[in-house]
T-cell receptor, first 112, second 109 residues
Framework: SQTIHQWPATLVQPVGSPLSLECTVE??????LYWYRQAAGRGLQLLFYSIGIDQISSEVPQNLSASRPQDRQFILSSKKLLLSDSGFYLC???????????FGQGTRLTVV | ELKVEQNPLFLSMQEGKNYTIYCNYSTTSDRLYWYRQDPGKSLESLFV???NGAVKQEGRLMASLDTKARLSTLHITAAVHDLSATYFCAVDIDYQLIWGAGTKLIIKP
C-alpha cells in the first residue's frame, strides 16, 4: 500500500530564517506531488505541483520554492521566511494529475 | 473565472438531524472529490465522483454529482457527533483542481 510521510509536524521559525519541509511517498512510482498551504480557518491554496523529477510548476508567486530531487521526494523551501508564510502546509500525491489526492499529516509552521 | 462554491460555510446541528452541504462549480467538469478535515489534522478522502449521476455512500454520508447542474451534494443522515469536521469539495476543471472554501460542521449531542 502507498503511504506519504511529511515532516516535521510542527515548526516555529524566526522571520528571515530558512525553511525546508520534506515529503516522501512510498509504495508507488512516478506520483504527482503537490504542496498546499492552508491559512487558519480557510481552504487550500495550491503552491506547487510536480509531475516528475525536476518538473515543478508554481501556482502563485511567493517567497517559497519547491524541488523534487528524487521520484518520490518533494521538498518545500524558503531562503528567508516572512510572517505571512505561517500556516498549515500539506503535501499530497495522486496517481495522475488531479485525480484523487492523498495527503500527508501536515506541517504547522509559525513564523515569529 | 474558475470557482467552486460551498454552502453553507458553517453549520451547527443537533444529533439525529439530516442536512445537506452543497458544492457548486462554475464550468464543465465530471470529476469531483469530497474530503474531510478534523481540527488540526490533514485531509482524508471521502468520495470520488467521476460521472454525471454518480452516487456514493459511506455510513451516514452520501455524495452525489449532477454535472449538468454543476452541483454536488453531501448529505448527512441522522448526524452523530463524530461527523463534526470541515468538509471540502474539490473539482477537476481543465486539469486544475479547484477547492471549495470548506464547510465547518458542528454536531451537538
Amino acid at each position: 500500500s502507498q503511504t506519504i510521510h511529511q515532516w516535521p509536524a510542527t515548526l516555529v521559525q524566526p522571520v528571515g530564517s530558512p525553511l525546508s519541509l520534506e515529503c516522501t511517498v512510498e509504495g508507488t512510482s512516478n506520483p504527482n506531488l503537490y504542496w498546499y498551504r492552508q491559512a487558519a480557518g480557510r481552504g487550500l491554496q495550491l503552491l506547487f505541483y510536480s509531475i516528475g523529477i525536476d518538473q515543478i510548476s508554481s501556482e502563485v508567486p511567493q517567497n517559497l520554492s519547491a524541488s523534487r530531487p528524487q521520484d518520490r521526494q518533494f521538498i518545500l523551501s524558503s531562503k528567508k521566511l516572512l510572517l505571512s508564510d505561517s500556516g498549515f502546509y500539506l503535501c499530497a500525491w495522486s496517481r495522475t494529475v488531479n485525480t484523487e489526492a492523498f495527503f500527508g499529516q501536515g506541517t504547522r509552521l509559525t513564523v515569529v | 473565472e474558475l470557482k467552486v462554491e460551498q454552502n453553507p460555510l458553517f453549520l451547527s446541528m443537533q444529533e439525529g438531524k439530516n442536512y445537506t452541504i452543497y458544492c457548486n462549480y462554475s464550468t464543465t467538469s465530471d470529476r469531483l472529490y469530497w474530503y474531510r478535515q478534523d481540527p488540526g489534522k490533514s485531509l482524508e478522502s471521502l468520495f470520488v465522483l467521476l460521472s454525471n449521476g454518480a452516487v456514493k455512500q459511506e455510513g451516514r454520508l452520501m455524495a452525489s454529482l449532477d454535472t449538468k447542474a454543476r452541483l454536488s451534494t453531501l448529505h448527512i443522515t441522522a448526524a452523530v457527533h463524530d461527523l463534526s469536521a470541515t468538509y471540502f469539495c474539490a473539482v477537476d476543471i481543465d486539469y486544475q483542481l479547484i477547492w471549495g472554501a470548506g464547510t465547518k460542521l458542528i454536531i451537538k449531542p
